[in-house]
């Protein structure tokens, strides 16, 4: 019996505990189009409450610092992004821009090649940082 109850209560509770997860990403994502950044930020954090692994709300994150002109917390978020999912194109394409903006040409160049190597959205962005990263590394 005992079993039983602890089953039932599982299954009254999880689907709440989903719809909470993925309630908070969605709040965020509209409160960021709102320019609320403040509050979208606090959305954001609270999905990665429950759930540490949510590489878009760090993407968001990094973005909301991005808006907000906050270099390091925005890297760092992006780095989670990319620790979390190697492949995720907006994360190292926007890293790669980040570190070309603080005139490390190498890290860009080197960000760059590597999206480069997985492109399937970002190929035509790629090739425009490029040649950016080209023309400020010869000033």
């Known amino acids: 019996m005992k079993k039983f109850l602890h089953i039932f209560f599982l299954i009254l509770f999880f689907p709440n505990v989903l719809f909470a997860k993925s309630e908070y990403f969605n709040q965020g994502v509209k409160l960021f189009n709102k320019d609320k950044f403040e509050d979208a930020k606090f959305k954001f954090e609270q999905d990665i409450v429950f759930n540490p692994k949510s590489e878009l709300s760090y993407l968001y994150l ?78």
């Open 62 to 139: 990094s973005k909301i610092f991005n808006k907000q002109e906050k270099r390091n917390l925005e890297e760092q978020n992006l780095k989670t992004v990319m620790l979390l999912n190697p492949k995720n194109e907006e994360a190292i394409y926007n890293l790669a821009k980040l570190k070309l903006k603080s005139s490390d040409y190498n890290k860009s160049k080197e960000l760059n090649n590597r999206l480069k190597s997985i492109c399937s959205n970002f190929c035509g962005k790629s090739e425009k940082l490029r040649v950016e990263i080209e023309n400020l590394s010869k000033k």
